[in-house]
């Protein structure tokens, strides 16, 4: 476990992660310096945020850090889902579009990873939030007040052993189980709109062919490098979840961040999920 | 094998695959009889059925397969998309409604796998497209004239692996690889709906997340009943696949059916896809 002392650079992408892992530093007499991304960090994250910078402008962020000199670089939130400044931005970038083309042709998980590598080369040590901040991550615990019934016991196991079985490859890290079946695996679309995809099985009438009643099942794969694209559930995750029909979500315990914990564990209790956090495969 | 004398009970869904069925079984001096599924099976299809009854009528069906008496009855055409005449003919079929949606609940797999068992229960053999039909399998070629590009071997090679990696469990026949990365599992939402969502990862500019060049690799699951669900490729598939921005489809030879094979293979050299029938997992 890394201390969380010194200053710690902060590359904020989308939502509230960033923050979040901000506020638990200063909390435990860490040092955060933020530098958003446009077009990806929320307009609080930017607020907050010592410099903003194009996504796509690898020197420059290279160049901030530099003249930064963190103890360590930590990326926090999503890149996934670009706003139109992002896009608008990304023009502006053009003389790193090759390099940047070339790793975003490799998979979310390769782009990540050539970036960590990239920080690594230039000499700055590359954090996990799991370390920075184990806070943040789900721990092994029934989180709010609804019961896990044993239905879904059996599914959380199935959702367990087949993450592990696709844990070589790169593909997502979510499933949704219901009964005996595989109802979805979760791709580059990312969770919710893998949970819509589900509520509009579940939303038939008559010849419906999905019983409500599923387990959604988020873990980091196992050999994750957990520094890189975390798996998240938050607040949303939860409306998205009881819109899909589910009976509630099981998470790897310390491998799972929960953002929001207090409004996300709520918001279980307030739609009537339950909310696990279990050593899935992977699990420490 | 089975031979295709004698008469043969088409049990017939959506789609063109009945009638090919039909006509397959014709040209070698079988004798097919077809008992359509009101609301699914295509008009043609009705048009040329001995008879026409509910899905859910599962009295009824067995009633009218005891008076004809076949050598053998076999499953063809999909029961996925039920028209809006199989939602109002649900109604009429109420009183076998609970056993029905007790099969339902239990997945597509284990749906048709109780039907299977049920009509064996009554007496009656349940035969393969596979081995009544194999003229409308994908045989071990590349299929029309657009040939595999080196690239995608390697993605066909990693689609396969991750198929045989999830093949214990009761999930999809298809995944959509690119480079390195699983961009899609195929649930009970099915390869157009799984096409389509692909086709939103590569339709995006600027910062599109997925470059075209990709690959649908397709097959039945390892220790697949052929007589349930075998996947299928036709006209269709290849029209989504190009929307999808792909290189092409790889389908297990010998376990996987080619719709309007005629159709289909002049379909992907219109569209610029490869067509591929491989020895993929699982193929004998």
Known sequence: MQVAGGRTAILAGGGTLPLEL?????????????????????RRTCKRAREVADLLDVRGIIDILRRWGPERVVMAGGVHRPGASAVLSAVAALRNLDYVTDLMRSGDDRLLRGVVDLLEQEGFSVASI???????????????????????????????????????????????VNGSRILAFEGPE??????????????????????????????AKIGQDLRIDMPV????????????????????????????????????????????GAPLGGSA
Chains 1, 2 share one sequence.
Request: proline share 6%.
């Open 130 to 176: 799991a370390d920075l901040a184990p806070d943040l991550l789900a721990p092994a615990a029934l989180l709010g007040h609804v019961p896990v019934p044993a239905a879904a016991e059996t599914m959380i196991a199935l959702g367990a052993a087949v993450l592990t079985a696709v844990s070589p490859f790169d593909v997502g890290q979510a499933v949704v």
């Open 22 to 42: 901000a506020d638990s530093l200063i909390r435990r007499g860490g040092a955060p310096d933020i530098l958003a991304f446009r077009g990806f960090a929320d």
């Open 233 to 276: 559930v938050g607040p949303a995750t939860l409306a998205r979840a009881r819109e899909a029909g589910l009976a509630g979500i099981a998470v790897g315990a310390g491998r799972t961040l929960i953002l929001s914990s207090d409004e996300t564990i709520a918001e279980a209790d307030r739609r009537g999920l339950f909310l696990l």
């Open 190 to 219: 990312g969770t919710d709109a893998m949970l819509a995809r589900v509520a509009g099985m579940t939303r038939r009438t008559a010849l419906r062919r999905v019983e409500p009643g599923g387990v959604l099942v988020k873990t």
